[in-house]
């Protein structure tokens, strides 16, 4: 007889609604984040991908609660398990904050305290959170440096982040994360600058923390060759929006955002596969973002297809498949314009 599946299971843990994260500098609106609507379920892991500047990090610090001036959460909602974070006082979300979700930050020794050793780092969680005597929660620092895989943990405890690799400060990040056993972990490019037999080490301790604890993770990286090891889920960003969202497996075998293509076109595969595929042009500046698609001026689909409403009208992000949603005019329909490319609903 099937066991019976627990009802949370069902619901998202968290779920972004509509969110909007705009930074005021010098008279300007920077639109980092402009209505990214994203969910994640229980032991699954979300890849969050798209290039440098798009509004990854800022969607990470913004579920965190972590936005500060000139930014600012100007509409939208965060709903973790339930509970909308944006309604809550700062001591209410600390209680959520590194104890029911975690964030590994991108660079770990600069958010290490270079006067404080690492046991002493992780121990003051204990403390704070649990009350726990300083000896019990140095004790349990020990072991977890030991789970994450750093070599004699009795010794490096005593070590200033200063003494440590880059790899062994990540997984000193991953071990803080790890403390309270959080319900999600966000991982901002957890693999950046490592070699990649850490980087492998790593992926593999985030693995076992999703099995063995039904941890959610989004994992946030422009390296789509780690998230097709990595993510149930990908949703792609791209100048604050999210342009494409399916199950991995799907998006990579039939993406269909041009953008995410362009992407994939860009991975190396093989040692003799000739020179990588770029995509053309740059970004656009988030203070001065294009009337219509923001992808419009690097398309060569536009192009190809003739569309002149791409550079006059933004499309939304539209439901392709059950499973697969896609924010593109190549799909979409509008008075006036018939998608050259129709969906699967």
Not at 135 to 155: C, H, M, N, W, Y
Not at 193 to 212: F, K, N, S, W, Y
Not at 219 to 241: E, N, R
Request: charged share 20%; glycine share 8%.
């Amino acid at each position: 007889m099937a066991q019976n599946q627990n009802p949370k299971d069902k619901q998202p843990l968290l779920k972004v609604e509509g969110l909007k994260t705009h930074f005021f500098v010098d008279g300007s609106i920077v639109r980092a984040v402009d209505q990214v609507d994203l969910e994640i379920f229980r032991g699954k892991v979300l890849g969050l991908v798209g290039e440098s500047g798009c509004g990854k990090t800022v969607t990470a610090l913004s579920i965190m609660g972590l936005i500060d001036e000139p930014g600012k959460i100007i509409s939208g909602d965060i709903i973790f398990d339930g509970i909308s974070l944006l309604s809550l006082t700062e001591d209410e979300l600390n209680q959520i904050r590194g104890g029911r979700i975690s964030l590994i930050f991108q660079d770990p020794q600069a958010r290490l305290n270079p006067v404080f050793t690492i046991g002493s780092q992780i121990a003051e969680i204990f403390q704070v959170h649990y009350g726990e005597p300083r000896q019990a929660a140095f004790d349990r620092s020990v072991k977890l440096l030991e789970t994450v895989g750093i070599p004699d943990p009795l010794d490096r405890v005593h070590a200033y982040p200063h003494e440590l690799s880059g790899g062994q400060a990540q997984r000193v990040m991953i071990a803080m994360a790890l403390a309270l056993e959080p319900e999600l972990i966000i991982a901002d490019e957890p693999t950046t600058a490592l070699d990649v037999t850490i980087q492998a080490q790593i992926l593999d301790l985030m693995r076992e923390m999703r099995g063995e604890h039904s941890t959610a993770i989004i994992l946030i990286t422009h390296d789509m060759a780690v998230i097709a090891g990595m993510a149930d889920c990908v949703a792609v960003m791209y100048a604050g929006q999210i342009i494409e969202q399916a199950e991995a497996e799907q998006l990579y075998k039939k993406p269909l955002h041009p953008y995410t293509q362009d992407l994939l076109a860009s991975i190396p595969y093989g040692l003799d596969e000739g020179p990588l595929s770029s995509i053309p042009g740059s970004s656009p500046d988030p203070r001065n973002l294009p009337t219509g698609c923001r992808y419009a001026p690097r398309c060569e689909s536009r192009v190809e297809y003739g569309l002149k409403i791409c550079e006059a009208k933004a499309p939304s992000l539209q439901p392709f498949s059950p499973e697969h949603s896609i924010r593109c005019w190549l799909y979409e329909s509008a008075p006036g314009h018939k998608p050259p490319l129709l969906k699967r609903l």
